[in-house]
């Protein structure tokens, strides 16, 4: 849930880029633009605009398209007003105009009057709606900021956490100049989208791309090694904690129990790597993504590793190999 209230003038000034720009402009009801947006899901009010307003979900964004604004026309030439007003008197936070289309004289007259916010964009009302959605969706996803360095390596999102000092951005240094991608340093901002799905990027663009090395200073990754090592977003898929190696502690060395940590609701595999010197920790991490990627395609090797072991003592090899070669002892 958002902290504070997200309102269409926050709608008009974010900014998107692609597929997920929505051209709007506004183009009356000005005074209303500090309504709040408070559910992803849109409506068209081609029914209230008939007259039948039972179920009406006011709370939406109500987009009208070529078949809502012929409707209007009518209403328009008959001196019909009431639907309308009706329409305003719910409260609806915004009216979008589809297809470049403008609304009557009197539509907006009535939205100035209420202070209903009205704006149009020059897209088809089909892909506007699944563009609004989605953006919306990126709103009002449930988020939270974890501390770590999040990469791409060989197409797996991993987050590096550990206590401060640990190497987290030297091995993500490493793994950068081996190739592999950073998402974000230091804050990283989780959203959980569409329910099942955790995307990671940092919680402040401007100084995502950017790392702190100790000794070193700040560094800009996108000008050191090119736009091609930096990513804006990526899904979270692994966590890997980085640890000063303790003796006294016993670390998984099979990798047939499975560590998950909870996140919005979602169970993200979580990896101990234990941090010594000697140790060449960016290269087990490119090796537990690929790890991870093949059980994602369904072959897990801990699991298949022992599955044949147990497979070769009931056979009775191990017995043999025991017993066999020399039984003096």
């Given at each position: 849930?958002?902290?504070?209230?997200?309102?269409?003038?926050?709608?008009?000034?974010?900014?998107?880029?692609?597929?997920?720009?929505?051209?709007?402009?506004?183009?009356?009801?000005?005074?209303?633009?500090?309504?709040?947006?408070?559910?992803?899901?849109?409506?068209?009010?081609?029914?209230?605009?008939?007259?039948?307003?039972?179920?009406?979900?006011?709370?939406?964004?109500?987009?009208?398209?070529?078949?809502?604004?012929?409707?209007?026309?009518?209403?328009?030439?008959?001196?019909?007003?009431?639907?309308?007003?009706?329409?305003?008197?719910?409260?609806?936070?915004?009216?979008?105009?589809?297809?470049?289309?403008?609304?009557?004289?009197?539509?907006?007259?009535?939205?100035?009057?209420?202070?209903?916010?009205?704006?149009?964009?020059?897209?088809?009302?089909?892909?506007?709606?699944?563009?609004?959605?989605?953006?919306?969706?990126?709103?009002?996803?449930?988020?939270?900021?974890?501390?770590?360095?999040?990469?791409?390596?060989?197409?797996?999102?991993?987050?590096?956490?550990?206590?401060?000092?640990?190497?987290?951005?030297?091995?993500?240094?490493?793994?950068?100049?081996?190739?592999?991608?950073?998402?974000?340093?230091?804050?990283?901002?989780?959203?959980?989208?569409?329910?099942?799905?955790?995307?990671?990027?940092?919680?402040?663009t401007l100084i995502s791309h950017h790392m702190e090395i100790r000794g070193l200073g700040i560094i800009n990754v996108a000008?050191?090694?090119?736009?091609?090592?930096?990513?804006?977003?990526?899904?979270?898929?692994?966590?890997?904690?980085?640890?000063?190696?303790?003796?006294?502690?016993?670390?998984d060395r099979i990798g047939t129990e499975r560590k998950t940590l909870d996140i919005l609701g979602i169970k993200v595999p979580?990896?101990?790597?234990?941090?010594?010197?000697?140790?060449?920790?960016?290269?087990?991490?490119?090796?537990?993504?690929?790890?991870?990627?093949?059980?994602?395609m369904g072959y897990n090797s801990a699991r298949d590793f022992n599955q044949n072991i147990l497979k070769w003592i009931e056979?009775?090899?191990?017995?043999?190999?025991?017993?066999?070669?020399?039984?003096?002892?």
């Amino acid at each position: 849930m958002l902290n504070k209230p997200f309102t269409v003038l926050e709608l008009l000034d974010l900014e998107l880029t692609g597929h997920d720009t929505l051209n709007l402009k506004c183009i009356g009801g000005r005074k209303g633009l500090t309504r709040a947006l408070t559910v992803i899901d849109t409506n068209r009010p081609g029914l209230a605009l008939s007259g039948f307003f039972d179920a009406f979900v006011f709370e939406r964004v109500q987009i009208f398209g070529r078949g809502e604004c012929a409707y209007l026309e009518k209403l328009h030439r008959e001196g019909t007003t009431d639907t309308i007003e009706r329409l305003f008197a719910f409260g609806i936070p915004c009216c979008i105009f589809t297809y470049g289309l403008l609304p009557n004289e009197e539509f907006l007259a009535i939205a100035e009057t209420v202070g209903c916010p009205i704006l149009s964009t020059d897209l088809q009302t089909a892909e506007f709606g699944r563009r609004l959605t989605r953006v919306l969706s990126n709103v009002f996803a449930p988020k939270k900021t974890m501390h770590g360095v999040l990469l791409e390596v060989y197409g797996i999102g991993i987050l590096l956490t550990g206590h401060s000092g640990v190497g987290k951005s030297e091995c993500a240094l490493e793994l950068v100049e081996r190739g592999q991608r950073l998402v974000a340093d230091d804050i990283v901002e989780i959203r959980c989208v569409n329910g099942n799905t955790l995307l990671g990027r940092g919680a402040n663009t401007l100084i995502s791309h950017h790392m702190e090395i100790r000794g070193l200073g700040i560094i800009n990754v996108a000008q050191m090694y090119g736009i091609g090592a930096i990513r804006e977003q990526k899904e979270l898929q692994l966590i890997i904690e980085l640890e000063e190696r303790d003796s006294n502690k016993l670390y998984d060395r099979i990798g047939t129990e499975r560590k998950t940590l909870d996140i919005l609701g979602i169970k993200v595999p979580v990896l101990e790597i234990p941090v010594k010197p000697g140790r060449n920790v960016p290269i087990i991490i490119e090796a537990a993504a690929m790890n991870e990627r093949l059980k994602s395609m369904g072959y897990n090797s801990a699991r298949d590793f022992n599955q044949n072991i147990l497979k070769w003592i009931e056979t009775g090899e191990a017995q043999s190999a025991y017993y066999g070669s020399d039984d003096s002892y």
